[in-house]
């Protein structure tokens, strides 16, 4: 490096500082630490001893790992496309020239901002098996076919897909970025299809969805990675279930035993961190694996990364 | 777009309509439940609007609750003879015919009527033995009574809330006893949650634009590679990195504090680096190079140019921040554990299950007191919010 060149580095290191000292010591020191102590026998009271692939392999034969895996992957399974079809409808109906258009933006997106402890509150009392709000519009709807509406969360067939409808209430935010990519949509293109003689479902089909399909693309991946991380809400509800004050469970018949859920069971209730950190890991990979897809889709047609 | 066809607009209203309902159905209902008394919160069937009643009970008028529907004919009777002598009680047709020695009928009773309560506030007869349940009702505490007999009037419950923030911290107790002494305030727990948020928000704003500038305006050798390693640390998620960060903080005697939540905002995220350096960019070089020219340094060009000119952009980080601090549950579980410490999303929780989670009347107003800033603080600024989500979504 020459001078300049050098005064330059000085300068770059003295604006970014403040961020690598952040990125060192609570990013890439966790993530460092945590490869390091899933190969460890590790309990935050003891320094770490060397186990090896130990911790992997206890992973494979432990049952609760595997039905928490498959908990969270029905549950992401669920919701992430019902969440998509449900805010992308939305925005396409807001997107229609509709009177009172903020008003009822407002309605859709104000639930995603409520803190997720007061919206499982609510949704705790809105499920009530005997006196919630939902049970209550259910019950003379299903009445006629000899069906009753389930007890929901005190039920364990039912309390994943309760989460689910849980879920459809935060879908505000997808909204607003769909209808922000609809807007963007230029209105020749509707022009020339109409005179190509296309209407109505066609339209969005060969017109609307090409071009809004990289927003949708990205918008998934984001909403898979953050409901495989899915924890707030089960871990209010199921304590709630249980009424003991140990979330282990998953309560009901360990239904809502969600990965994160278990991995902080594992770590702060049973002190075995190493075990909880190789957990971590196949968690990471995981997320990795879906954010690579995510960045890909993303470069080519949105972002601009150079 | 536009829907032409007088069908096709019906069809759109009716549905805004009809989701609009669903989305904002559970807000109403968490209202409705804060505001009732709790014999109305756990009946059916149910109702919307919180009311109170009053009817006539023997000759006094009084509020009641209304308890149940009675099925059958009979009558209302006074025991007159016997241990029970006195008890007021009530017989079907069939047991009045057995018992008609011993007992005095007051009045007869049709199906369909309703029993009724003389209303003693659950609140009122909290503290066993100070005697207030007792002297509340004197003479007759029921009856069964006609429908048209008990009149009702719709009536907030308000002191909900002030009851639920009373006890939101633990039971307030007598003063000086033990009770009283582990009790927090709401205040505490508000105070805590707005620490976090404000000297969080603080952080985020001063540490991202700093750091955003020296990747958007400088030209340096290693700035590509820390760029692209920072967007790399956005796909890390929180959980992987709970057990090593909480031994980081343990290391800094910094746990059980509310240091852990907000100290690291000081530092930069690398989502906030990423939105500001996109805004910083779009900033004409022009501007910055006059500068140079009329030499100016980097930290004046910053904070004279760059900045004055990023309000919007700060803004957003700075409501997202504030947003995301508020709602926070999984940082202030991991790192809080005395009480005095939580914030107001992990004391909602504690207190749902300090209060076995049946309290529904009180939780509900506890909620509702936990929403409402962040209500006010979207309904003042709507504009950054949606203008925010749109470009981070799609534009980035």
Redesign the interface.
């Given at each position: 490096m020459n001078r300049i060149e050098w005064r330059r580095f000085r300068a770059g290191i003295a604006f970014t500082g403040l961020w690598i000292v952040g990125l060192g010591a609570f990013t890439a020191w966790p993530v460092v630490a945590s490869l390091y102590y899933s190969f460890c026998d590790y309990s935050i009271l003891k320094s770490p001893v060397w186990s090896g692939l130990e911790n992997y392999r206890e992973l494979i034969h432990d049952d609760l790992f595997w039905k928490s895996l498959r908990n969270t992957l029905f549950y992401a399974g669920l919701s992430v496309p019902l969440g998509t079809v449900v805010a992308l409808s939305l925005a396409l109906l807001l997107n229609c020239e509709v009177r009172g258009r903020s008003l009822f933006r407002l309605f859709f997106y104000l639930p995603s901002i409520v803190p997720m402890v007061a919206s499982a509150m609510l949704w705790l009392w809105i499920f009530n098996g005997q006196y919630g709000l939902l049970n209550w519009v259910l019950a003379p709807i299903l009445a006629p076919f000899g069906l009753h509406p389930p007890a929901w969360l005190a039920d364990p067939l039912w309390a994943k897909p309760a989460l689910v409808i849980m879920s459809l209430w935060g879908v505000g935010n997808a909204m607003v970025i769909y209808l922000a990519g609809l807007q963007d949509v230029p209105r020749e293109l509707y022009e020339a299809a109409a005179i190509d003689g296309a209407t109505g479902w066609r339209r969005f089909w060969h017109v609307t969805l090409p071009l809004l399909a990289p927003v949708i693309y990205f918008n998934i991946i984001m909403a898979l990675i953050s409901s495989l991380q899915i924890f707030t809400q089960a871990y209010i509800m199921s304590e709630a279930a249980n009424g003991n004050g140990t979330v282990s469970d998953g309560n009901p018949a360990r239904s809502t035993l969600f990965y994160t859920i278990y991995l902080f069971t594992v770590a702060f209730y049973d002190l075995r961190m190493g075990y909880a950190s190789a957990m971590a890991y196949v968690l990471f990979v995981i997320t990795v694996a879906l954010t690579w897809l995510a960045t890909r889709i993303a470069r080519r047609r949105m972002l601009n990364l150079d | 777009?536009?829907?032409h066809s007088k069908f096709g607009?019906f069809v759109?209203?009716l549905?805004?309509a009809v989701?609009?309902l669903a989305?904002?159905?559970?807000?109403i209902?968490?209202l409705s439940?804060s505001l009732k008394p709790i014999d109305q919160?756990?009946?059916?069937p149910?109702t919307f609007f919180p009311r109170v009643y009053a009817a006539d009970l023997d000759g006094r008028h009084r509020e009641v609750s209304l308890d149940f529907a009675v099925g059958q004919a009979g009558a209302v009777a006074v025991v007159t003879a016997g241990p029970e002598a006195g008890r007021r009680v009530f017989l079907s047709d069939q047991q009045l015919a057995s018992r008609s020695s011993d007992v005095r009928v007051l009045h007869r009773v049709e199906p369909g009527w309703w029993h009724i309560t003389a209303h003693v506030d659950a609140t009122r007869v909290v503290r066993p033995g100070s005697g207030v349940n007792s002297d509340v009702v004197e003479g007759a505490r029921w009856d069964i009574v006609p429908r048209s007999a008990v009149e009702s009037r719709i009536r907030f419950r308000w002191r909900n809330y002030t009851e639920a923030l009373a006890t939101i911290g633990g039971d307030p107790g007598e003063p000086g006893s033990t009770a009283a002494m582990n009790h927090v305030s709401f205040w505490v727990f508000l105070g805590n949650s707005f620490t976090v948020c404000v000297l969080g928000v603080i952080g985020t704003v001063f540490?991202n634009s700093?750091?955003a500038?020296?990747?958007a305006r400088?030209?340096?050798?290693?700035?590509d590679v820390?760029f692209a390693?920072?967007?790399a640390?956005?796909?890390?998620?929180?959980?992987?990195?709970?057990?090593?960060?909480?031994?980081?903080f343990?290391a800094l005697h910094m746990v059980g504090t509310l240091q852990p939540l907000w100290l690291?905002t000081?530092?930069?995220?690398?989502f906030n680096?990423f939105l500001m350096r996109?805004f910083f960019l779009t900033i004409p070089e022009e501007l910055s190079e006059a500068a140079r020219i009329d030499g100016c340094s980097?930290w004046r060009i910053?904070l004279r140019i760059i900045l004055p000119l990023s309000k919007p952009v700060l803004a957003v980080a700075a409501l997202f921040h504030f947003?995301y601090a508020?709602?926070d549950?999984?940082g202030p579980?991991?790192y809080l554990s005395r009480k005095r410490t939580f914030t107001l999303?992990?004391a909602?929780?504690s207190y749902?299950?300090q209060t076995?989670?049946v309290q529904?009347h009180y939780?509900?107003a506890?909620?509702?007191v936990?929403?409402l800033p962040?209500?006010v603080l979207?309904l003042f600024t709507?504009r950054f919010?949606?203008q925010g989500?749109?470009t981070t979504?799609?534009?980035?």
């Amino acid at each position: 490096m020459n001078r300049i060149e050098w005064r330059r580095f000085r300068a770059g290191i003295a604006f970014t500082g403040l961020w690598i000292v952040g990125l060192g010591a609570f990013t890439a020191w966790p993530v460092v630490a945590s490869l390091y102590y899933s190969f460890c026998d590790y309990s935050i009271l003891k320094s770490p001893v060397w186990s090896g692939l130990e911790n992997y392999r206890e992973l494979i034969h432990d049952d609760l790992f595997w039905k928490s895996l498959r908990n969270t992957l029905f549950y992401a399974g669920l919701s992430v496309p019902l969440g998509t079809v449900v805010a992308l409808s939305l925005a396409l109906l807001l997107n229609c020239e509709v009177r009172g258009r903020s008003l009822f933006r407002l309605f859709f997106y104000l639930p995603s901002i409520v803190p997720m402890v007061a919206s499982a509150m609510l949704w705790l009392w809105i499920f009530n098996g005997q006196y919630g709000l939902l049970n209550w519009v259910l019950a003379p709807i299903l009445a006629p076919f000899g069906l009753h509406p389930p007890a929901w969360l005190a039920d364990p067939l039912w309390a994943k897909p309760a989460l689910v409808i849980m879920s459809l209430w935060g879908v505000g935010n997808a909204m607003v970025i769909y209808l922000a990519g609809l807007q963007d949509v230029p209105r020749e293109l509707y022009e020339a299809a109409a005179i190509d003689g296309a209407t109505g479902w066609r339209r969005f089909w060969h017109v609307t969805l090409p071009l809004l399909a990289p927003v949708i693309y990205f918008n998934i991946i984001m909403a898979l990675i953050s409901s495989l991380q899915i924890f707030t809400q089960a871990y209010i509800m199921s304590e709630a279930a249980n009424g003991n004050g140990t979330v282990s469970d998953g309560n009901p018949a360990r239904s809502t035993l969600f990965y994160t859920i278990y991995l902080f069971t594992v770590a702060f209730y049973d002190l075995r961190m190493g075990y909880a950190s190789a957990m971590a890991y196949v968690l990471f990979v995981i997320t990795v694996a879906l954010t690579w897809l995510a960045t890909r889709i993303a470069r080519r047609r949105m972002l601009n990364l150079d | 777009m536009r829907v032409h066809s007088k069908f096709g607009r019906f069809v759109v209203y009716l549905l805004l309509a009809v989701c609009s309902l669903a989305f904002v159905m559970p807000f109403i209902w968490l209202l409705s439940t804060s505001l009732k008394p709790i014999d109305q919160v756990m009946s059916l069937p149910m109702t919307f609007f919180p009311r109170v009643y009053a009817a006539d009970l023997d000759g006094r008028h009084r509020e009641v609750s209304l308890d149940f529907a009675v099925g059958q004919a009979g009558a209302v009777a006074v025991v007159t003879a016997g241990p029970e002598a006195g008890r007021r009680v009530f017989l079907s047709d069939q047991q009045l015919a057995s018992r008609s020695s011993d007992v005095r009928v007051l009045h007869r009773v049709e199906p369909g009527w309703w029993h009724i309560t003389a209303h003693v506030d659950a609140t009122r007869v909290v503290r066993p033995g100070s005697g207030v349940n007792s002297d509340v009702v004197e003479g007759a505490r029921w009856d069964i009574v006609p429908r048209s007999a008990v009149e009702s009037r719709i009536r907030f419950r308000w002191r909900n809330y002030t009851e639920a923030l009373a006890t939101i911290g633990g039971d307030p107790g007598e003063p000086g006893s033990t009770a009283a002494m582990n009790h927090v305030s709401f205040w505490v727990f508000l105070g805590n949650s707005f620490t976090v948020c404000v000297l969080g928000v603080i952080g985020t704003v001063f540490s991202n634009s700093i750091v955003a500038y020296g990747f958007a305006r400088l030209r340096w050798r290693g700035r590509d590679v820390l760029f692209a390693v920072t967007l790399a640390t956005m796909m890390v998620p929180f959980p992987a990195l709970m057990v090593p960060l909480y031994g980081v903080f343990r290391a800094l005697h910094m746990v059980g504090t509310l240091q852990p939540l907000w100290l690291p905002t000081f530092f930069g995220s690398a989502f906030n680096i990423f939105l500001m350096r996109q805004f910083f960019l779009t900033i004409p070089e022009e501007l910055s190079e006059a500068a140079r020219i009329d030499g100016c340094s980097e930290w004046r060009i910053f904070l004279r140019i760059i900045l004055p000119l990023s309000k919007p952009v700060l803004a957003v980080a700075a409501l997202f921040h504030f947003l995301y601090a508020w709602n926070d549950f999984l940082g202030p579980l991991l790192y809080l554990s005395r009480k005095r410490t939580f914030t107001l999303s992990l004391a909602l929780q504690s207190y749902q299950s300090q209060t076995g989670g049946v309290q529904w009347h009180y939780l509900m107003a506890a909620s509702t007191v936990t929403i409402l800033p962040i209500i006010v603080l979207f309904l003042f600024t709507q504009r950054f919010f949606v203008q925010g989500i749109a470009t981070t979504g799609t534009k980035g």
